[in-house]
């Protein structure tokens, strides 16, 4: 036994060891083994051995010690664990003898996690699950979890929508007091109707998909000395949603309508969104007005809005309009004739004006999903964007950017914005155009002006390698995002730039109704804050995660029969280990590898993006064709083989 001469001096021994030792916090990173990683608060990752990244989940933050390995590389050590986010998880319930567990989703997190006998409830093994994780490796020895809802058996038809909406907690229903207010709106909107100006005169229509029910926007363009003057009535939940109110709050946590292949779950409850709000024809409703003059060169002149109310004439789809301006005088009833010539005349005059003076982004196709009764993927329609499409969006643009200006005037609403090159590459861009155009590597190329010049320049030079250049400066490009406060647009070329024409369907959108109806009674809504801005653009996001992970699923599914089958595509990714090629018939992407052969190993440049591989060089955005080698559903992956190179253009 140890006097305490000989504790004191242990204790001093470990003290001295660890004042030797470099501390870090970081965050953990899982990877697709037992290892995983942990990137430092400055910036370095250190490696996490398999026993380490057993005791902590992906996302945790912690503290651990750094000791460095071969040739400079750091090994981490756990210290401590900070904070842990992972509380809820799906994935499959799996039996191995006498062990229950949950073997999880989450990218990272390779590991199945136990579930005691009582917190089992009614989930059978095979079943897929939602789990809360009530004890941690770190602090009780061994992970834990309950289930909270069985999703479904893998058979069950729409299986993969319900593990999807679960996975990324989506909201698919309403709240009582929510559904309550909404049933109360039916009473109060006659009202609401009846107290405003009545703007049907201007002879307003919608243009919509076919089977479009949430119609938010209709419009009537008329003629004036110089140009055309746009009317936009935009529908105005905002009249009968207060802030804080239950509906409010359901919009806030949905933050868009959310449109699945096969289904929508959407921001209002579907009897204001497709119903009473919706801009029905023959239907009186509450409507925010933009009316814009646009001159003949597509120049965006003076503007003005009101609250007024209005009933659509008519409904008319995106190809009754395009087979009009086509040339087909039948298509479309004759009160409307006028008012759509006018609009593809404005239409071309803006598209020309925005190709002079900002950025207009490359059409391309929609692919549509079609689902059969088991809820998987019967067809893909490849649809390119027709004339109507294009008019209604420079309408849809020209009400954003004119109505964006006025609220950055204001110094308030919710505002888009793209800010450009993330802040991590702008040393591989300087590098970039230090080579290839040095009279640009010394602008700053985060304003707006100098941004624009450089993708002008780019886009008028169609050698292959300004073409390649572009497509590369584009990977390193930040998303879009939310902001409260006005700021460039760079995607779109813009100083400013808020959205206000889907209310029902965007939740920044109604937002900015609130305060333009605020300015307009000369009085300020209250501001959206950081905190609320970044839960939107969460909300988002996982969106966005949402459907891409249930696209992948059922487009897996979809290319199983199509193994050995020959696709033409475009190049959408190029790394070390191959290409990622997106089909043009589907739309769907898939990946060829092409460093499993170790005696043909390929010459990646990853500064340029460009892979050479038996004689051939492969960049971004080039036409290859392909056949599909092997589909993995369970990973959703799809295994593409180049066909022969002689073929690859």
């Not at 009846?194 to 049907?200: C, F, I, P, Q, V």
Request: overall charge negative; some cysteine.
């Amino acid at each position: 036994m140890l006097n305490a001469d000989a504790l004191q001096q242990l204790k001093q021994l470990k003290t001295d060891i660890r004042s030797t030792k470099e501390y870090a916090e970081g965050r953990v990173r899982g990877s697709s083994g037992k290892f995983g990683f942990v990137v430092l608060d400055d910036g370095r990752e250190a490696f996490l051995p398999p026993p380490e990244m057993e005791r902590v989940f992906p996302g945790d933050r912690v503290r651990v010690s750094l000791t460095e390995e071969n040739k400079g590389k750091l090994s981490a050590e756990l210290d401590a664990l900070v904070e842990s986010e992972l509380k809820y998880l799906v994935g499959k319930y799996v039996q191995r003898g006498q062990g229950h567990f949950v073997q999880p989703s989450q990218n990272g997190l390779n590991r199945w996690i136990f579930l005691p006998p009582k917190a089992r409830g009614k989930a059978q093994p095979g079943e897929f699950i939602a789990a809360s994780v009530n004890r941690h490796p770190f602090k009780d020895g061994r992970a834990q979890a309950k289930v909270i809802e069985v999703i479904g058996k893998p058979d069950m038809p729409g299986i993969e929508h319900a593990f999807v909406v679960a996975q990324h907690q989506l909201s698919d229903r309403f709240s009582d007091a929510a559904l309550k207010q909404a049933e109360d709106i039916k009473d109060q909107l006659d009202a609401v109707v009846a107290e405003r100006k009545d703007l049907s005169d201007y002879g307003f229509a919608t243009i919509d998909a076919e089977s479009t029910l949430d119609m938010d926007d209709a419009l009537a363009v008329s003629q004036r000395d110089g140009g055309w003057t746009l009317h936009i009535a935009v529908a105005d939940p905002s009249s009968l949603i207060e802030a804080g109110s239950p509906l409010d709050k359901e919009a806030f946590k949905r933050a868009h309508s959310q449109y699945l292949p096969g289904e929508t779950l959407p921001m209002l409850p579907p009897h204001l969104c497709e119903n009473l709000f919706s801009l029905v024809a023959g239907e009186q409703r509450p409507v925010l007005a933009v009316h814009i003059d646009v001159d003949t060169d597509g120049r965006i002149g003076e503007s003005r809005y009101e609250f007024g109310a209005m009933r659509s004439r008519h409904k008319l789809s995106y190809a009754q309009v395009s087979r009009f301006i086509d040339g087909d005088e039948s298509a479309v009833p004759e009160d409307q004739q006028e008012s759509l010539r006018n609009l593809a005349a404005l239409s071309k005059a803006r598209a020309a004006y925005r190709a002079g003076h900002s950025l207009v982004m490359e059409d391309r196709p929609d692919y549509v999903i079609q689902l059969n009764a088991q809820r998987k993927i019967e067809r893909i329609e490849k649809q390119e964007r027709n004339v109507a499409q294009r008019m209604v969006e420079e309408a849809m643009l020209a009400a954003n950017i004119s109505v964006g200006d006025k609220l950055a005037a204001m110094g308030r609403g919710c505002f888009s914005v793209h800010l450009g090159f993330r802040d991590e590459r702008i040393g591989e861009v300087k590098s970039l155009l230090k080579e290839l155009l040095p009279e640009f590597a010394d602008k700053d190329l985060l304003q707006l002006d100098n941004y624009l010049a450089l993708v002008k320049h780019l886009e008028s030079h169609e050698e292959p390698q300004m073409q390649n250049l572009l497509a590369v400066l584009k990977r390193m490009l930040r998303p879009g995002q939310l902001d409260n406060k006005a700021g460039a647009h760079l995607g779109l070329g813009l100083s400013a730039y808020a959205t206000v024409t889907s209310p029902i369907r965007k939740y920044n959108d109604l937002h900015n109704h609130r305060v333009l109806r605020a300015a307009t009674a000369g009085e300020q809504e209250h501001p959206l804050s950081d905190e609320q801005i970044e839960t939107l653009q969460d909300s988002l996001m996982r969106g966005r995660q949402a459907n891409r992970a249930l696209e992948q699923w059922l487009y897996a599914q979809f290319m199983q029969d199509k193994t050995a089958q020959e696709f033409t595509g475009k190049i959408t990714l190029v790394n070390g280990a191959g290409l990622g090629v997106r089909l043009d018939d589907y739309g769907i992407d898939g990946f060829v590898r092409l460093n499993g052969d170790k005696k043909n190993l390929p010459d990646f440049d990853g500064k340029h993006l460009i892979l050479k591989h038996r004689e051939q060089s492969y960049q971004l955005e080039q036409s290859v064709t392909v056949t599909v080698a092997a589909v993995d559903v369970d990973k959703r992956r799809i295994a593409l083989e180049l066909v022969d190179a002689a073929k690859a253009e």
